[in-house]
């Protein structure tokens, strides 16, 4: 499976993007799909993922309740819907997949897309 990343971009503190990962195959409809995102200088960490069925959905700390994954099985295609964006989500967003369950470790994901920056300004 390949992802394409798109909808990065930039947004005043408070406003709003949503970010899209596009997969070339249908197997993507049946795994864990999620994101990871990376600021400068940081390490790359976990936002947000959930199982293909929608029954586990996991949010990192610091995005539940601003941040809502969605899926369009018909497009093969992954949303992260973003509001009430922060300075401190400015980052490069990675979307990722997996067979099996979720995780919240980089090296558990073997697939990876190629990032959109997310840039938030005051």
């Known amino acids: 499976v390949q992802l394409q990343a798109s909808g990065g971009g930039s947004v005043q503190a408070g406003g709003s993007l949503r970010l899209s990962c596009a997969a070339d195959?249908?197997?993507?409809?049946?795994?864990?799909k999620g994101w990871f995102r990376q600021s400068p200088g940081k390490e790359r960490e976990f936002v947000a993922a959930?199982?293909?069925?929608?029954?586990?959905?996991v949010y990192a700390d610091s995005v539940k309740g601003r941040f809502t994954l969605s899926s369009d099985n018909a497009k093969n295609t992954m949303y992260l819907q973003m509001t009430s964006l922060e300075i401190e989500d400015t980052a490069v967003y990675y979307c990722?997949?997996?067979?099996?369950?979720?995780?919240?470790?980089?090296?558990?994901?073997?697939?990876w897309g190629q990032g959109t920056l997310v840039t938030v300004s005051s």
């Open positions: 195959e249908r197997t993507y409809n049946r795994q864990t």
């Open positions: 990722v997949a997996r067979d099996g369950g979720i995780r919240m470790t980089v090296r558990e994901y073997p697939t």
């Open positions: 959930f199982t293909w069925n929608g029954r586990s959905t």
